[in-house]
């Protein structure tokens, strides 16, 4: 593998450097002008680029430029908003030229799924972000690209780590099974968020987002969670063009919890505690020592296309480096891309082949760390015992990790992607085209991890312990396509259909071994480690298969009226022998209002879209295959004839009867364009039902043998609105002013959770527990969110505060509300708790502003969440007296004199937050006397600027899913404030 | 046109391609059922092996592979009067559970209850799945061999209903894997036991001959003849008590005389027929223990080496679920959970500062109080030292362990509380008897011990085998058996045997307090007390550590008599009652 990657490089290095040396111009006369608008005023930023070559300027202040070229050369004009425009030289040297406003912007060709469409016929709820649109702060994915600017489309990250994958949910929460992730396709292959996370943003052309079931349906088996479309950029047309971009950061924690120091500690232990706890003397700010003292974050990238009327090419590289917040934290990935296409057959025939490379190396903490720098004995030192060589260790506090033995636990991971994918289009007849799409994704990680012999906890047991996890996925996909295209009179047509197969493989192995007497070969040499444990050295494969046929037709009668039906059939080996397969249907109908002849007397609206569709989708994904065949597993060692052998057995109830959780969706949506394109706004609302939602379902034993079974029963829905607008508010020749902010209201239902299954009725708990925080000292039921008929996924339920009970030596504790009166203080799930709120934000909103002046640009960001709550779990636990002096508390603590740890509504917040995103100031620097550099940029950003909050833990911009989040529970890391300067430049 | 109809040819020719194979499922890593049966090999490992492999979660001491220990055990023996976890400075509330436990403060919602009961079903279900492969195998013209497994399963199934009956009374059998809900549901208590009886006495004449703990033979870990008899033997002994379809109106509590006559009297009338021949109960219970001791079972002369590395073979066990460290069978978790932070990181442990003895334990085992916090153990049983930890302690090394805090284990629990804080002034800090007692007090556990070659982080993986039955109690059993028969004289005999093997100066009468306290001091923490003590009517009578105001933690129940008796028998788990609505609870809850 390694090999090909050499050699892909070198390949690609050498494809570099030769289209370097055709990159030269020669001038023969220098041409000047102006270009403006209809009306005279000066436009800045338009492009002046001679026909057929790569040879262009940016027009300056004034809407000036200066050109060398030939007389007999032509110059293609081009301003976003309006008309490009061709404009022969002749004997002329100086050219005044007026581009006229583009009067509809909606012809842009948007790619719809599998089909190629345009803004004019879509019929359904779909987003579309160009590069242009996207954010310009410290960005390093195209996730982080896009956060905000899509109206329902949540991108939570949780808190400051670095190496953790944002969570990312579509209008909200669609299944219980996990399978909540929206379907990403990157040019055509499936591919994943964690990939979208890991991508170059500067290789990403534009995103589109499918929402709701006009257009998901056709991803019918994975398209119940929305879908994120991602096209990379693509060779242009030109000699040849080599543009950087690059970022460098520096980041800070902008808020640190304060836990006592050293010196407070020791005055507490002393004066209230009787000097009962451990002091080693030393005072160390383990918040301070575990963090990294510089946190950079660079991102560069090189991109060079070329091309002809009849192939083009693109290579790019990229790197993107990361350094984590704590010590020896860092994540680096490569990536290298390139694609060409190249037609033939008079043009009939295009192929196309796109490769994409990743190769990632991270080093994470380990889990817990967090916790444990908070609450470590801060009297011990931050280095090792000069006299033992080890770490002074607090066997009192069992329950953290001493934070200098956590720092040397060796956790690195190595990944390398690639995904080669070919695509080759012949068109039959004009508009019938027939293509043949073929794509590999071959993903290897592997993790290595190493516990150091002399750890406390090794000395006396695992005496050293390295591990090592191989993981090797491998998909297939293919499809056929046929699609045809026509317009006959006023009717149009776009019809398309498939066939796709996809197969899923994964392979996974791991070891662990023990018993080292040395830390030097750690993982690299396993035979010096002394024990192996029958369990710990394991490997499992897993495959799946998705077999699907689809159909679409889109139909546009008169540029007014449009009609989409989609049709797709899937089956998946995963599900039950007799439902493999599923029908997911959907049609969408759009008017388009401002086409008709009674708006055409009038200026105020120059396009109104009213949009309906109502679809069917399905989801399988992420349960696991071969949940409904009866299997045995292994399941121990044993002897039989003096020879150790291992036994298998049964070890979950099958559910032969599993089908496809289905979602059905209905949507109705306004896009409209207002005042001579100077407003731009789209309104949705939503209503999704889900039913047979897949679960693991709490069952009778007997006659079930486990507890547990998959099956498909209950039932959810959500209802929202979706609100976006742009708007231009000023625009002139220095200025311009660009407003945009969205808005979606979201709500969730769970109906039901049970159902029947083989003519037995299956129910299950009232309060099914979601997410549990516990610790050293808790003092009772962990549970925390829990889910149940009737309610939104993710409520709130804890224990309600009813002041403080105070003892003889101050001391307090809290007291409870006894809810349902029977005279008892119960914190039992079915006991004494209140719904108090929930999880998921009820609004979400942000708005961004651009203004320009001249050659500067300002933007800035805000985003915001609502109407939710936060769990503040890291107060519960750290202003808990009672495990002082064996664990550190917050400086609040004392003051507090609270001795318990225990669940309390006392410490749920609101979660409500606004956060400025980034400013971004931005110049364009003149280049028109450069020779090598026709383009140059430079920008300073500053993200996460400020948080406007009146949560008072570390910040409410936590992982918000209804299944796992809501709990800030000592294990988030400080939001980091991003410091960048950013450059680009176009050769 | 025509080149359209040639393009969809195309495609309907590809999808023609869709031969159905591409999704049939190929499970890699698993196989199907036909494949475990294959052999006559495969046929054995993957029924009766594997059923083994299965039992972790009970028994006594060990657990599986889960970091909290068996959570049969901890009812089985902590909510007796000889064990008990109090809330250590707020550690170890845990909502109160543990301290419940204890006080019988537990409800239907009781999590470690439903743990308890979906494991015996577990094991339940999984015996009727093998029992049902193996008939059809059997049926189809398999070997003989087949029969035997079948005996031997039904033999494991009938010691799961065996806790079942024990501890849920009115239970569900189910024999079936096709088994429909609407028929799962309760039968009374006598149904259950006369089911383990019928199938017991059944099934024993055709178990194998062959010693269960010793790892040379076939039978390693196995239920063999002589395990079928001293399962009967204990079924037997507690027959009155599960025979009996009430007990919650008071006759199985008032402490030890209140019920000796009812249980002896019910015991002579209960017949049991075994190996051709019918008995009263207590006749059974003696019949099995000469049947053990005719198979060569002794009492070995070094009472610690039965619980430690190295008692693999031991003549005394009957018993054992075979362990070792390198395929981890069972966790044994005892050491881990009742040893002090700083103790066990001296002798080499890992120590979670948890269950200790009581009061009460401490005053059974011959504890003189001596002074405020001084007690004289010199003339104690010299099991008191075999079994805990307590006093000043030392590692491995013969230092004293230092913790910065207090390097004694106070094994006198006077100034134990059960839970310290909040409800306990004299916890504070400032008051040293707090301070020390609190994180040190009450002997710790030391039967089992952290096995030195222990790898894992814990310390919990050992290769000590698990004790389930061994012969000490079995002729404590028959002493018991003989007493209740009206033998006393040879009741008296076979409890100074047990004595003279570890020193203790003989008994000169019995009576059934002295057989009881023998059975606390011979089998202490072994997962008895709970039975022994409702048998002998004082599982539900207050001691030195629970009685009427005794402090306790905040958030769990206060300590009430229950003269009924209703928790000798625990609830039916709410989750069960929820999800199969033909069940009913059991009387009290």
């Known amino acids: 593998m390694k090999k090909h990657y050499q050699d892909l490089v070198k390949r690609l290095m050498l494809t570099i450097f030769l289209s370097m040396v055709y990159l030269c111009a020669f001038a023969q006369i220098s041409v000047t002008g102006v270009v403006s608008d209809e009306k005279g005023i000066p436009l800045i930023g338009a492009t002046v680029q001679v026909k057929g070559t790569a040879l262009g300027v940016i027009t300056e202040s004034g809407g000036k430029f200066t050109i060398n070229t030939s007389a007999d050369a032509v110059l293609s004009v081009s301003f976003i908003g309006f008309v490009t425009q061709d404009v022969p030289i002749g004997s002329r040297t100086n050219i005044e030229i007026r581009l006229k406003e583009e009067t509809t912007v909606l012809s842009d060709v948007v790619v719809v799924g599998y089909a190629i469409g345009n803004k004019r016929s879509i019929s359904g709820a779909v987003e579309r972000i160009t590069s242009d649109d996207m954010n310009t702060g410290y960005v390093a994915s195209p996730l982080a690209a896009i956060n905000g600017k899509v109206a329902g489309l949540v991108i939570s990250q949780n808190g400051g780590n670095v190496n953790e994958s944002p969570t990312v949910r579509l209008r909200g929460l669609n299944s219980l099974s996990g399978g909540n992730d929206p379907l990403v396709i990157i040019d055509g292959v499936y591919g994943s968020i964690t990939m979208l996370n890991n991508m170059s943003q500067q290789d990403i052309e534009e995103v589109t987002i499918l929402k709701d079931a006009s257009e998901t349906a056709q991803y019918g088996s994975r398209g119940a969670s929305g879908v994120i479309i991602a096209t990379t950029k693509k060779g242009k047309e030109g000699i040849g063009n080599l543009s950087y971009s690059g970022q460098f950061g520096y980041s800070q924690a902008y808020k640190r919890l304060e836990v006592l120091s050293g010196a407070e500690w020791r005055d507490l232990n002393t004066n209230k505690f009787s000097s009962s706890g451990n002091d080693k003397g030393a005072s160390t700010d383990w918040q301070d020592w575990l963090g990294n003292d510089f946190i950079s974050q660079n991102n560069h990238n090189l991109t060079f296309t070329q091309g002809t009327a009849k192939s083009n090419m693109l290579a790019s590289l990229g790197v993107n480096s990361k350094v984590g917040q704590i010590r020896e934290s860092d994540n680096t990935t490569y990536s290298i891309r390139f694609n060409g296409s190249q037609t033939g057959l008079g043009d009939r025939l295009k192929l196309e082949m796109n490769v994409m490379a990743f190769y990632t190396d991270r080093h994470d903490p380990i889990g817990g760390i967090w916790t444990s720098a908070l609450n470590y004995n801060p009297t011990f030192p931050s280095y090792r015992n000069l006299t033992t060589g080890l770490w002074d260790f607090d066997p009192n506090a069992s329950m953290a990790t001493h934070p200098g033995e956590a720092s040397e636990i060796e956790d690195h991971t190595e990944n390398n992607r690639i995904m080669p994918s070919a695509r080759a289009s012949l068109t039959i007849i004009k508009g019938l085209t027939l293509s043949a799409f073929g794509s590999f994704d071959q993903n290897s990680t592997i993790r290595k991890q190493y516990t150091p012999n002399d750890h406390y906890a090794q000395l006396s047991g695992a005496r050293g312990s390295a591990s090592v996890t191989n993981t090797f996925d491998r998909n297939w996909l293919g499809n056929v396509q046929l699609t045809y295209i026509k317009e006959i009179g006023k009717h149009s047509i776009n019809f398309l259909t498939l066939m796709e197969g996809q197969s899923y493989f994964t392979y996974t192995d791991a070891a662990t071994v023990t018993g080292f007497e040395t830390n030097v070969p750690r993982y690299n040499n396993f035979r010096s480690g002394s024990s192996v444990t029958y369990g710990n050295v394991t490997s499992n494969a897993v495959m799946y298969n998705i077999l699907s046929y689809m159909g679409r037709l889109n139909y546009m009668f008169n540029n007014k009226y449009v009609v989409t039906i989609n049709a797709r059939t899937d089956g998946s080996s995963k599900l039950g022998a007799n439902n493999k397969w599923g029908f997911f249907p959907s049609a969408s109908a759009a008017w388009l209002l401002s086409n008709e002849d009674f708006m055409k007397n009038q200026n105020l609206v120059s396009n109104l879209k009213l949009r309906v569709s109502y679809g069917v989708t399905g989801n399988q994904n992420l349960i696991q295959p071969y949940n409904s065949l009866e299997l045995e597993g292994p399941s121990g060692v044993t002897t039989y004839g003096g020879k150790p052998v291992v036994s298998y057995a049964y070890q979950q109830n099958e559910n032969p009867d599993l089908k496809w959780e289905t979602k059905y969706t209905f949507d109705a949506g306004i896009d409209f364009t207002l005042l001579n394109s100077r407003i731009n706004g789209t309104f949705d609302y939503y209503k999704s039902t889900t039913k047979d939602l897949l679960y693991n379902y709490t069952v009778a034993v007997p006659p079930f043998v486990y507890n547990r079974l998959l099956a498909n029963m209950g039932e959810m829905t959500n209802t929202g609105v979706e609100l976006a607008l742009t708007g231009e508010v000023f625009r002139s020749a220095d200025w311009g002013l660009n407003i945009g902010g969205n808005l979606a209201f979201q709500k969730n239902e769970l109906i039901s959770l049970s159902g029947t299954y083989k003519g037995e009725e299956l129910t299950t708990p009232e309060w099914i527990p979601l997410v549990s925080s516990g610790g050293a000292g808790h003092t009772s039921n962990t549970n925390v969110t829990y889910m149940a008929e009737g309610y939104s996924v993710g409520l709130f339920r804890l224990p309600v505060h009813n002041g403080f009970i105070t003892d003889a030596n101050g001391k307090k504790t809290y007291d409870f509300v006894d809810v349902d009166g029977d005279g008892t203080i119960d914190q039992g799930d079915n006991a004494d708790r209140e719904i108090q709120g929930q999880v998921t934000p009820k609004v979400t909103a942000s708005m961004n502003i651009q203004l320009r002046y001249k050659r500067f640009d300002l933007s800035t960001q805000m985003r915001g969440a609502f109407g939710h709550l936060i769990y503040n779990y890291t107060s519960v636990s750290l202003n808990n007296l009672n495990q002082f002096p064996s664990y550190n508390v917050l400086t609040t603590a004392p003051g507090l004199s609270i001795y318990q740890v225990i669940h309390t509504s006392y410490w749920l917040e609101k979660g409500d937050y606004t956060n400025v995103e980034y400013i971004t100031l931005g110049y364009n620097i003149p280049t028109s006397k450069l020779k090598a550099i026709s383009n140059a940029r430079v920008a300073l950003s500053c993200n996460n600027v400020v948080t406007f909050t009146g949560y008072s833990g570390l910040t409410p911009l936590i992982n918000t899913d209804p299944l796992t989040g809501g709990v800030d529970a000592r294990n988030i890391y400080p939001l980091l404030r991003t410091y960048t300067l950013q450059l680009s430049l176009n050769f | ?589």
Not at chain 2, 50 to 77: K, V, W
Not at chain 2, 133 to 147: F, H
């Open chain 2, 1 to 589: 046109m025509k080149k359209i109809l040639t393009s969809l040819i195309l495609i309907a020719t590809l999808a023609n391609f869709s031969c159905s194979d591409f999704l049939e499922e190929t499970p890699y890593s698993q196989i199907s059922e036909q494949e475990a049966y294959s052999t006559p090999t495969l046929v054995y490992i993957n029924t009766v092996a594997s059923l083994y492999n299965e039992t972790g979660n009970i028994g006594f001491f060990g657990d599986d592979q889960g970091f909290a220990y068996g959570y049969y055990y901890r009812n089985q023996e902590l909510s007796g009067d000889l064990g008990m976890i109090p809330g250590r400075q707020g550690d170890w509330v845990d909502g109160g559970i543990h301290q419940n436990n204890f006080f019988h403060g537990w409800n239907a919602s009781f999590s470690d209850f439903l743990t308890v009961w979906n494991d015996i079903y577990k094991m339940v279900g999984l015996c009727n799945r093998a029992i049902e492969r193996l008939q059809k195998l059997a049926d189809e013209g398999g070997g003989t061999y087949l029969t035997d497994y079948i005996y031997e399963i039904r033999a494991l199934r009938a010691y799961y209903y065996m806790l079942a009956v024990n501890n849920f009374a009115r239970v569900p059998i189910v024999t079936s894997t096709s088994t429909a809900m609407s028929t799962v549901v309760q039968s009374t208590r006598s149904q259950v036991y006369e089911f383990v009886r019928d199938e017991l006495t059944e099934i024993i004449p055709h178990l194998a001959a062959g010693r269960s703990p010793d790892p040379a033979t076939a039978y390693y870990g196995r239920i063999t003849q002589d395990v079928g008899y001293m399962m009967i033997a204990k079924l037997a002994i507690n027959s009155p008590v599960y025979a009996s379809d009430t007990w919650n109106d008071g006759r199985f509590t008032g402490g030890v005389s209140a019920v000796e006559s009812y249980i002896t009297n019910s015991g002579k009338n209960i017949k049991i027929t075994l190996d051709g021949t019918e008995r009263n109960a207590w006749e059974t219970v003696i019949y099995c223990q000469g049947k053990l001791a005719a198979s060569g079972y002794i009492l070995t002369p070094e009472f610690r080496k039965l619980f430690l590395v190295g008692n693999d073979g031991n003549k005394e066990l009957i018993w054992v679920r075979p362990n070792d460290k390198t395929t981890i069978k069972h966790w044994q978790s005892l050491p881990l959970m009742t040893t002090n932070y700083a103790h066990a990181a001296v002798i080499g442990g890992f120590g979670a500062n948890g269950p200790c003895a009581t009061l009460e334990c401490a005053y059974l085992f011959g504890g003189i109080k001596t002074g405020d916090q001084t007690y004289d153990f010199s003339n104690a049983d010299p099991r008191w030292d075999m079994s805990f930890w307590w006093g000043p302690l030392y590692g491995n090394t013969g230092a004293r362990v230092a913790s910065g805090i207090s390097e004694a284990y106070n094994p006198y629990g006077e100034y134990l509380p059960f839970d310290a804080l909040p409800d306990y002034n004299t916890t504070d800090f400032g008051d040293l008897k707090g301070k020390y007692i609190v994180k040190w007090g009450g002997a710790r556990l030391r039967k089992v011990e952290f096995d030195p070659g222990s790898i894992n982080r814990f310390k919990v993986d050992t290769d000590a085998d698990i004790v389930v039955y061994r012969y000490a109690d079995a002729l404590l059993l028959a002493a018991e058996a003989y007493y209740r028969n009206g033998d006393a004289a040879n009741a008296l005999t076979l409890i100074n045997q047990v004595r003279a093997r570890v020193g203790a100066t003989p008994r000169t009468s019995v009576d059934a307090q002295a057989i009881l306290d023998e059975r606390g001091l011979e089998l202490a923490w072994e997962s008895w007390r709970r039975e022994d003590q409702i048998r002998f009517g004082t599982y539900t009578e207050p001691t030195r550590d629970k009685y009427v105001g005794c402090p306790h933690a905040n958030v769990s129940v206060a300590w009430s008599y229950d003269a009924e008796g209703h928790t000798t028998v625990l609830p039916v788990p709410q989750n069960v009652l929820n999800l199969n609505t033909n069940l009913t609870q059991n009387p009290g809850y």
